[in-house]
């Protein structure tokens, strides 16, 4: 009976209208062969989170465009591949360990991100209202034309770009160095440095080193390699997506007057000659001098032999801290034969913190760890690194023949400490 009114009536013509209002308002956006069970929409919560974590590398004009993810048809073929890559934590590449150091950004997708995106899914994948997609930050991301942190106090960059051979010439890779002067009159002191790719497609990692006038040391750059001698002190490294280096409030980069800094690039090869010109962004502190400033010290291990064939083999470094200081941040640093790195701290009182256990090793993703709090580091606390170094022929990195054993000495872990602000100098008038 109802529903032959309805069907007869003017309330089933408004009911029809009504349906027909609301298919064209929310249109079905999952594949018609699977029930869409989730609330979780590529629009809305999906596409931020790959904003966050992945589009600094899965998108136009940057190093895995091969695999965009900007877009609900680039990434839908893709989600199936997405949640087995975040549960597995190969992506991003996850290497710090939970429970061994605490970081402000360990580089992982965030485990409710990861909820989110297995919930999207296994509920059938669907693509949301159009109006929820976030079009000019995403159109901002692809440009690269943008500095993360704003505009910086002084942007340097080298006087000529970078030619980059085609892939299969020298190697897969290709290492440049460069040292670039800040022009600085006076010392400054950075609370914050930025490095914006020119090349997004091919610039797969960066470091950057302070060269100090008075340790200045010659840097020597060749076709896939680049050499450094002892002087640089790391300011910040940079990977796809990252934020490049933000100190605490109250800390600072002390920036001498005359000094350099020293900008190490990974080049990921292309099929055609490739050229970039990279910059960097430098933030000076507001409002005077920092309480703290910041120094890199290297942990370097003594000359040792890594026998033939040999897949974790172990090599131990120390350093001893000589004044009462902090670390903010930390960087394992070995390439291209690590497996495993490990350091902690033995201080005085006979307490041990352990700062960082970093495994699966990706010699081409070495990021700089800020810990979530400064860690104390009283005079004659002795820092120790053990890192596990894999020689043979299962090590994909490994450049030389595992056949033979081959010599090694070199950094293996790069801490950043702070200590008491000096004054600085001015420039004279």
């Not at 710090?96 to 999207?120: I, N, T």
Request: charged share 25%; hydrophobic share 35%; net charge positive.
């Amino acid at each position: 009976m109802l529903l032959n009114s309805i069907r007869n009536g003017k309330i089933g013509i408004l009911l029809l209208l009504g349906i027909v209002a609301l298919s064209l308002t929310f249109p079905r956006t999952g594949s018609s062969h699977e029930p869409i069970t989730t609330k979780v929409m590529f629009n809305k919560e999906v596409i931020r989170i790959l904003q966050t974590n992945c589009l600094g590398c899965h998108s136009e004009g940057h190093v895995k465009a091969d695999i965009p993810l900007t877009t609900y048809e680039e990434a839908r073929p893709w989600a199936k591949a997405i949640k087995e890559e975040v549960l597995e934590k190969r992506m991003m590449p996850y290497q710090a360990v939970k429970g061994y150091g605490e970081f402000q950004h360990d580089y992982g997708v965030p485990q409710r991100d990861v909820e989110l995106l297995v919930s999207w899914v296994d509920g059938g994948a669907p693509k949301g209202d159009e109006k929820d997609y976030p079009k000019e930050s995403i159109q901002k991301l692809i440009k690269g034309d943008t500095w993360q942190q704003g505009q910086p106090d002084l942007v340097i960059q080298p006087q000529k770009e970078f030619r980059i051979s085609p892939e299969g010439k020298n190697g897969e890779n290709e290492v440049r160095c460069v040292s670039i002067a800040t022009g600085l009159k006076e010392d400054k002191v950075a609370a914050a440095i930025d490095f914006k790719p020119g090349n997004g497609a091919i610039v797969q990692s960066a470091s950057l080193y302070l060269e100090r006038p008075s340790v200045r040391k010659a840097v020597k750059a060749a076709s896939n390699k680049c050499e450094m001698t002892q002087g640089a002190e790391l300011l910040s490294t940079w990977i796809p997506g990252s934020r490049t280096g933000q100190l605490p409030e109250g800390y600072g980069f002390m920036l001498p007057a005359g000094s350099k800094v020293l900008m190490k690039i990974n080049y990921r090869k292309s099929d055609e000659e490739a050229t970039d010109l990279s910059s960097i962004g430098l933030y000076f502190s507001k409002g005077g001098q920092p309480g703290r400033v910041v120094q890199d010290v290297a942990v370097k291990s003594n000359e040792t032999v890594i026998p033939a064939n040999a897949d974790r083999h172990k090599v131990k470094a120390s350093y001893l801290i000589n004044e009462n200081t902090e670390a903010i941040a930390i960087r394992p640093v070995l390439f291209p034969f690590a497996k495993s790195v490990e350091a902690a701290a033995f201080r005085p009182d006979g307490t041990v913190e352990v700062l960082i256990w970093a495994r699966n090793y990706k010699y081409n993703w070495q990021p700089q760890y800020f810990f979530k709090k400064p860690v104390n580091l009283p005079k004659g606390t002795r820092i120790e690194v053990s890192a596990y170094l894999d020689n043979s022929d299962k090590n994909l990195n490994n450049p030389n023949d595992s056949s033979k054993s081959h010599r090694f000495a070199d950094t293996v872990c790069e801490l950043t400490l702070a200590t008491a602000a000096q004054p600085l100098r001015q420039a004279k008038r």
